[in-house]
């Protein structure tokens, strides 16, 4: 069973940056291809970014390509989410998740359904 803690919501004005970071414990974290989701009141939940086992793959939602930047450190067990130039449509409760891969390909990762544990959330909101 792995748990993820996920840290490092706030509010921030418009054009700011924020560091999502997550925690994992209770598995071998180098399975697990990693991902951030976000879910904004009323919508549902959606992609953000995604990172292979290795970190060697990234893949990401057009919404956040070239703003938000995934990484990932496996012997600290923790992934990262940086995210600059912050707008208000980037509202949402983000989320991280992992999925047990086997393969080095982010983009397998990349599905709701696809993601085996997932964190309670981490509050972000960009005001205008």
């Known amino acids: 069973q792995v748990q993820l803690v996920e840290s490092g919501g706030g509010l921030v004005q418009a054009g700011g940056s924020l560091r999502l970071s997550c925690a994992a414990s209770?598995?071998?974290?180098?399975?697990?291809?990693m991902g951030w989701f976000r879910q904004a009141p009323g919508k549902d939940r959606e992609f953000v970014a995604t990172?292979?086992?290795?970190?060697?793959?990234?893949y990401y939602a057009d919404s956040v390509k070239g703003r938000f930047t995934i990484s990932r450190d496996n012997a600290k067990n923790t992934v990262w989410l940086q995210m600059n130039s912050l707008k208000p449509e980037d509202t949402a409760v983000y989320y991280c998740?992992?999925?047990?891969?086997?393969?080095?390909?982010?983009?397998?990762?990349?599905?709701?359904?696809?993601?085996?544990?997932w964190g309670k959330g981490t509050l972000v909101t960009v005001s205008s």
């Open positions: 998740a992992a999925d047990l891969a086997y393969n080095d390909y982010a983009q397998s990762s990349s599905e709701v359904g696809t993601m085996d544990y």
């Open positions: 209770g598995g071998t974290f180098s399975y697990y291809a």
């Open positions: 990172i292979s086992t290795t970190g060697g793959d990234t």
